[in-house]
């Protein structure tokens, strides 16, 4: 190859020689289809003068040229400058390498070898897609399409015969991979004016650096004639011209006043190969000709090859190779602006403006009077690449995980929490509060601003409650679709679960009705006459002790051991779920078939977001993460009482696999255009009840280091905030900066006496007009939430949620309070009325309290015994005398330590409606027993979970809780005509 490479390549690898006799640039040629001339030597060249043979002597430059060595210095040259900003470039990305791919239909390799020489030489990688020479059109734009969404490459140039170069393939291109520059893009952008901003045709750009610094023309002035080009070439070199103060024509060979045009040219440049009708005495002796022949551009370099001819002067190869170094300084830049959108950028959001109406119409109203932005605009304004989101519709989409690869050395944003007091049955706003924030942070003092949200179940959504987007002018939109289905992260936790869910009774089925061999050939099956273990069964034969990998070599005994798990049908605690309301599913029996007769045993159906694997998708932090979680669900015991696990049931993958979409973050936005993540949905009683831990990551690498995130925990703080800092944080390793305490009036005085709130009934006249006493008593609760958040060193503002019924005495007191007991600050919130504009205060207050130095610290050492992990925070955090454990607590307590998950965080499952474990205890309970029923695991998910309160009252809460036992005839108001949230200011 080296024997037909230029000169110039050659001489690229070694030093600069001394000053001597000048060095000819030469390029090797072929034949070319589109070129004329055979492939022998001494054929006639472009103008029809003989080729000189290999060894023969070349003219010497005119006076006024320069020397072919100067030219073959200014392909050294390009070369050498993108290797040294390419090294510059790597010293700070080590392994950073851009790619050009080349997309080839022929069989001509001579560009190939030079594009592959310069690019070594450069550092570049070079990928060539080969292609035949009769491929179609639309099987070029297969190929550009498949590179245009590889990320490992940064250039794509064609090498393709002259009738496919339309305007349908090179669009196909995308613009930020065009180091052609033939797009429209590229070339509007060119012609605009904006040559910095886009990629310049190498040919174009070689023809005028050959002119002004190898033949040392000024082209100020010069009349230019361009002849036979087309497409992007014509409007590359014509626009390039023009800039240089050049007087510049483009015409066709057939133009019928050719000859007078080339008699006035200084400067001609040839687009096409010159047809032999066309005679030589037609260009004036001494005229500059350029040949930039289109056959450059389909990779065929015959005899009509680019060369220049001035006065007498015929030298090969120029346009060629100075082109191709161009494409390779083309390839660097690409690979600096790639480089330069992988880090962190300003966001360039454009908010959304609200124009609130009085009376505030209903939620669903709002919603549908707002236009959000098209989702794929508002990821761009936040600084996600195109390849980093999967759209779904028009205002919702996926977040891949490779940002967090991108951005892996931005520093985080802030981290804020939104908790609440205990709530009464109807919420208090928190995730009205969020959006609020957020509204406030990014649409009025121009912060970067994320809010996280968990997304709602459908129980909830058609039960009382109604959906969780928030509420007023402080919502997710469209709400319809962020309360439905969303992207359906929901179904495949429901397929995943179920699918387990058979499994266990599959596999209980098979092992009582065959026998130790027959179930090791169904486990090991014979394929092809080879029998071997598949990659899921290697850990259950380290498990179980067994250090072989041929199933042909296993004893009886060590068959047994594999094929059988041995699960205690009354162990099992693994369920199968369901996310609708249907509390006729919460006790049934199974196995009622005829041909599973005889193994019934009776189960239960639970509300999907209650499944473990809800838990563990919002507590993962990548996918091998969430397959290594899933495999260590814990599902029954054996016979023995050791644990069973999705791993030794053999589908792990099979569940990974079914929530490999749903581990990506959904992206929507506020009504004012500011940017959210949707993801997972854990309930806060058996569950730890925040968003998941990807969403926070992701938002707080996208927001900056001055920017914010803000996200939500579940029920009232002593459980959601509870949970998120000793279970969520500790997955993440995240460190937050402030905790946003929602309070309301309403609440307020409930716990200072009031009568009963209960959903779905008027309220009572003490909560619609003006009571200090009451709010007065029941701001014991908002002290001890703030006591609380106080004993992990978070300092905590208070976000008052108004009702239209609140009066000033009463915001101005429970301020006031609020503050004494050692809130940072205590700030009245109007969102709901106003949208963002009516919580700026609380922005400014939240702004100035994450400034202050995060003292964050965990409750408990997870080292600690779990009765002692209960007892701390039993007394700690819900205030209660000690605890009691049930016998059967005890037990499981006993069994967990043993079977090695004693250090496990712990995940109180009790009332959200009391900080004690009775519901009807308001304000704050002192002096009580704490009792703990029952003991259970969710070991996937990572946390050991205590169900609080006497046998029955912990069945009820789960009841309630996981099949969602909420009346179904407000699902026309919920979520569909209005009443999203329960926590809407002045309306039940």
């Given at each position: 190859?080296?024997?037909?490479?230029?000169?110039?390549?050659?001489?690229?690898?070694?030093?600069?020689?001394?000053?001597?006799?000048?060095?000819?640039?030469?390029?090797?040629?072929?034949?070319?289809?589109?070129?004329?001339?055979?492939?022998?030597?001494?054929?006639?060249?472009?103008?029809?003068?003989?080729?000189?043979?290999?060894?023969?002597?070349?003219?010497?430059?005119?006076?006024?040229?320069?020397?072919?060595?100067?030219?073959?210095?200014?392909?050294?040259?390009?070369?050498?400058?993108?290797?040294?900003?390419?090294?510059?470039?790597?010293?700070?990305?080590?392994?950073?390498?851009?790619?050009?791919?080349?997309?080839?239909?022929?069989?001509?390799?001579?560009?190939?070898?030079?594009?592959?020489?310069?690019?070594?030489?450069?550092?570049?990688?070079?990928?060539?897609?080969?292609?035949?020479?009769?491929?179609?059109?639309?099987?070029?734009?297969?190929?550009?399409?498949?590179?245009?969404?590889?990320?490992?490459?940064?250039?794509?140039?064609?090498?393709?015969?002259?009738?496919?170069?339309?305007?349908?393939?090179?669009?196909?291109?995308?613009?930020?991979?065009?180091?052609?520059?033939?797009?429209?893009?590229?070339?509007?952008?060119?012609?605009?004016?904006?040559?910095?901003?886009?990629?310049?045709?190498?040919?174009?750009?070689?023809?005028?650096?050959?002119?002004?610094?190898?033949?040392?023309?000024?082209?100020?002035?010069?009349?230019?004639?361009?002849?036979?080009?087309?497409?992007?070439?014509?409007?590359?070199?014509?626009?390039?011209?023009?800039?240089?103060?050049?007087?510049?024509?483009?015409?066709?060979?057939?133009?019928?006043?050719?000859?007078?045009?080339?008699?006035?040219?200084?400067?001609?440049?040839?687009?096409?190969?010159?047809?032999?009708?066309?005679?030589?005495?037609?260009?004036?002796?001494?005229?500059?000709?350029?040949?930039?022949?289109?056959?450059?551009?389909?990779?065929?370099?015959?005899?009509?090859?680019?060369?220049?001819?001035?006065?007498?002067?015929?030298?090969?190869?120029?346009?060629?190779?100075?082109?191709?170094?161009?494409?390779?300084?083309?390839?660097?830049?690409?690979?600096?602006?790639?480089?330069?959108?992988?880090?962190?950028?300003?966001?360039?959001?454009?908010?959304?403006?609200?124009?609130?109406?009085?009376?505030?119409?209903?939620?669903?109203?709002?919603?549908?009077?707002?236009?959000?932005?098209?989702?794929?605009?508002?990821?761009?304004?936040?600084?996600?690449?195109?390849?980093?989101?999967?759209?779904?519709?028009?205002?919702?989409?996926?977040?891949?995980?490779?940002?967090?690869?991108?951005?892996?050395?931005?520093?985080?944003?802030?981290?804020?929490?939104?908790?609440?007091?205990?709530?009464?049955?109807?919420?208090?706003?928190?995730?009205?509060?969020?959006?609020?924030?957020?509204?406030?942070?990014?649409?009025?003092?121009?912060?970067?601003?994320?809010?996280?949200?968990?997304?709602?179940?459908?129980?909830?959504?058609?039960?009382?409650?109604?959906?969780?987007?928030?509420?007023?002018?402080?919502?997710?939109?469209?709400?319809?679709?962020?309360?439905?289905?969303?992207?359906?992260?929901?179904?495949?936790?429901?397929?995943?679960?179920?699918?387990?869910?058979?499994?266990?009774?599959?596999?209980?089925?098979?092992?009582?009705?065959?026998?130790?061999?027959?179930?090791?050939?169904?486990?090991?099956?014979?394929?092809?006459?080879?029998?071997?273990?598949?990659?899921?069964?290697?850990?259950?034969?380290?498990?179980?002790?067994?250090?072989?990998?041929?199933?042909?070599?296993?004893?009886?005994?060590?068959?047994?051991?594999?094929?059988?798990?041995?699960?205690?049908?009354?162990?099992?605690?693994?369920?199968?779920?369901?996310?609708?309301?249907?509390?006729?599913?919460?006790?049934?029996?199974?196995?009622?078939?005829?041909?599973?007769?005889?193994?019934?045993?009776?189960?239960?159906?639970?509300?999907?977001?209650?499944?473990?694997?809800?838990?563990?998708?919002?507590?993962?932090?990548?996918?091998?993460?969430?397959?290594?979680?899933?495999?260590?669900?814990?599902?029954?015991?054996?016979?023995?009482?050791?644990?069973?696990?999705?791993?030794?049931?053999?589908?792990?993958?099979?569940?990974?696999?079914?929530?490999?979409?749903?581990?990506?973050?959904?992206?929507?936005?506020?009504?004012?255009?500011?940017?959210?993540?949707?993801?997972?949905?854990?309930?806060?009683?058996?569950?730890?009840?925040?968003?998941?831990?990807?969403?926070?990551?992701?938002?707080?690498?996208?927001?900056?280091?001055?920017?914010?995130?803000?996200?939500?925990?579940?029920?009232?703080?002593?459980?959601?905030?509870?949970?998120?800092?000793?279970?969520?944080?500790?997955?993440?390793?995240?460190?937050?900066?402030?905790?946003?305490?929602?309070?309301?009036?309403?609440?307020?005085?409930?716990?200072?006496?009031?009568?009963?709130?209960?959903?779905?009934?008027?309220?009572?006249?003490?909560?619609?007009?003006?009571?200090?006493?009451?709010?007065?008593?029941?701001?014991?609760?908002?002290?001890?939430?703030?006591?609380?958040?106080?004993?992990?060193?978070?300092?905590?503002?208070?976000?008052?949620?108004?009702?239209?019924?609140?009066?000033?005495?009463?915001?101005?007191?429970?301020?006031?309070?609020?503050?004494?007991?050692?809130?940072?600050?205590?700030?009245?919130?109007?969102?709901?009325?106003?949208?963002?504009?009516?919580?700026?205060?609380?922005?400014?207050?939240?702004?100035?309290?994450?400034?202050?130095?995060?003292?964050?610290?965990f409750l408990y050492d997870v080292q600690l015994p779990i009765v002692d992990k209960i007892r701390t925070i039993a007394q700690a955090v819900y205030g209660a005398k000690d605890i009691e454990l049930s016998p059967e607590a005890q037990a499981k307590i006993d069994r967990y330590t043993q079977q090695g998950f004693g250090n496990l965080p712990i995940c109180m499952a009790k009332t959200h409606l009391s900080l004690s474990h009775q519901p009807d205890k308001k304000g704050v309970p002192r002096d009580f027993i704490l009792p703990i029923s029952d003991v259970r695991a969710s070991i996937g998910a990572g946390f050991i979970y205590p169900l609080v309160g006497t046998k029955r009252q912990s069945f009820a809460m789960l009841a309630r809780l996981t099949s969602s036992d909420l009346p179904t005839s407000a699902s026309q108001?919920?979520?569909?005509?209005?009443?999203?949230?329960?926590?809407?200011?002045?309306?039940?």
């Open positions: 190859m080296g024997t037909r490479l230029p000169l110039v390549l050659r001489q690229l690898r070694r030093p600069p020689q001394p000053p001597g006799p000048p060095r000819r640039l030469r390029v090797p040629c072929r034949a070319s289809s589109g070129g004329g001339g055979g492939g022998g030597g001494g054929q006639e060249g472009l103008l029809g003068q003989r080729r000189p043979q290999d060894g023969q002597a070349r003219s010497s430059c005119s006076p006024g040229g320069r020397t072919p060595a100067a030219r073959d210095s200014i392909v050294r040259e390009v070369i050498q400058n993108s290797k040294e900003v390419l090294s510059l470039l790597q010293e700070k990305n080590p392994a950073f390498k851009p790619v050009l791919a080349i997309i080839q239909a022929g069989d001509d390799n001579l560009m190939q070898e030079i594009n592959q020489n310069l690019a070594e030489e450069a550092g570049l990688n070079i990928t060539h897609i080969c292609l035949p020479p009769d491929s179609s059109e639309a099987e070029i734009i297969d190929e550009i399409l498949k590179i245009n969404e590889d990320t490992r490459v940064h250039g794509l140039a064609l090498q393709i015969s002259e009738n496919l170069f339309s305007n349908k393939v090179l669009n196909a291109l995308k613009p930020e991979k065009d180091v052609d520059g033939v797009t429209d893009i590229n070339l509007g952008k060119l012609v605009r004016g904006d040559a910095h901003e886009c990629f310049v045709s190498p040919v174009a750009k070689a023809v005028i650096e050959l002119l002004e610094k190898s033949v040392g023309v000024n082209l100020d002035g010069k009349k230019i004639l361009v002849v036979g080009a087309h497409g992007s070439l014509e409007a590359a070199l014509q626009c390039l011209f023009q800039r240089r103060g050049s007087m510049t024509m483009s015409i066709q060979w057939k133009t019928r006043q050719l000859q007078s045009k080339l008699h006035e040219a200084d400067i001609v440049v040839l687009g096409s190969p010159k047809p032999e009708e066309i005679p030589l005495t037609w260009i004036q002796p001494g005229t500059t000709v350029l040949n930039c022949s289109h056959d450059f551009l389909s990779g065929k370099v015959g005899y009509g090859s680019p060369r220049i001819h001035f006065g007498g002067l015929i030298e090969e190869g120029d346009v060629i190779l100075l082109a191709a170094a161009l494409r390779i300084q083309n390839m660097v830049s690409s690979g600096r602006r790639w480089l330069r959108e992988q880090q962190h950028r300003r966001w360039r959001l454009h908010c959304l403006k609200l124009q609130p109406l009085s009376p505030v119409p209903s939620d669903i109203e709002i919603s549908r009077g707002q236009t959000p932005k098209a989702v794929d605009v508002l990821a761009k304004e936040i600084g996600l690449l195109a390849d980093e989101i999967e759209i779904y519709g028009k205002s919702k989409a996926k977040v891949r995980l490779s940002v967090l690869e991108r951005l892996k050395d931005q520093a985080d944003g802030k981290y804020i929490l939104v908790a609440g007091i205990t709530p009464t049955p109807l919420g208090e706003g928190k995730s009205t509060v969020t959006i609020g924030l957020v509204q406030a942070l990014t649409a009025h003092l121009n912060v970067n601003s994320f809010a996280c949200l968990r997304q709602p179940s459908q129980g909830p959504t058609f039960g009382v409650k109604g959906g969780a987007a928030g509420g007023g002018y402080a919502q997710v939109i469209p709400m319809e679709e962020f309360n439905l289905h969303l992207t359906g992260d929901i179904h495949a936790i429901t397929a995943a679960n179920n699918l387990l869910a058979a499994a266990i009774d599959t596999r209980i089925l098979h092992e009582n009705t065959q026998t130790d061999k027959a179930l090791y050939n169904r486990l090991v099956p014979s394929v092809n006459g080879v029998r071997e273990f598949s990659e899921i069964q290697l850990p259950r034969l380290k498990k179980l002790g067994i250090n072989k990998t041929d199933p042909n070599t296993l004893t009886e005994e060590e068959v047994s051991k594999f094929a059988r798990l041995d699960i205690d049908p009354s162990t099992i605690t693994w369920q199968r779920v369901l996310d609708t309301n249907d509390r006729f599913l919460r006790k049934i029996t199974i196995g009622q078939g005829n041909t599973e007769k005889g193994y019934s045993r009776q189960a239960q159906f639970d509300i999907a977001v209650a499944s473990e694997i809800m838990a563990v998708l919002a507590l993962t932090d990548s996918l091998a993460d969430m397959k290594a979680r899933l495999g260590r669900m814990v599902v029954a015991s054996d016979t023995s009482g050791q644990p069973v696990t999705a791993d030794d049931l053999g589908v792990t993958g099979a569940l990974t696999v079914l929530m490999k979409d749903a581990i990506k973050p959904n992206l929507m936005q506020t009504l004012e255009g500011t940017p959210v993540f949707v993801h997972a949905g854990p309930f806060a009683n058996i569950a730890h009840g925040n968003s998941s831990v990807l969403a926070d990551k992701i938002a707080l690498k996208l927001v900056g280091e001055e920017g914010f995130v803000v996200t939500e925990a579940g029920f009232g703080a002593d459980i959601g905030m509870e949970k998120f800092f000793n279970i969520k944080c500790r997955a993440s390793g995240l460190v937050p900066n402030v905790v946003v305490l929602v309070a309301t009036v309403r609440a307020l005085k409930m716990h200072g006496g009031g009568p009963s709130v209960t959903a779905g009934v008027p309220l009572k006249k003490e909560y619609t007009e003006e009571n200090i006493q009451l709010v007065a008593d029941g701001c014991c609760n908002l002290q001890k939430q703030i006591q609380i958040a106080q004993l992990f060193g978070v300092p905590v503002v208070v976000a008052l949620n108004v009702f239209k019924t609140d009066t000033r005495a009463e915001i101005d007191l429970v301020c006031e309070l609020a503050k004494r007991a050692g809130a940072f600050d205590a700030v009245p919130c109007y969102h709901w009325s106003v949208g963002g504009k009516g919580s700026v205060d609380l922005a400014r207050a939240v702004r100035e309290a994450a400034s202050k130095r995060s003292r964050f610290q108001n919920a979520g569909i005509t209005g009443v999203s949230h329960c926590a809407r200011p002045g309306q039940v």
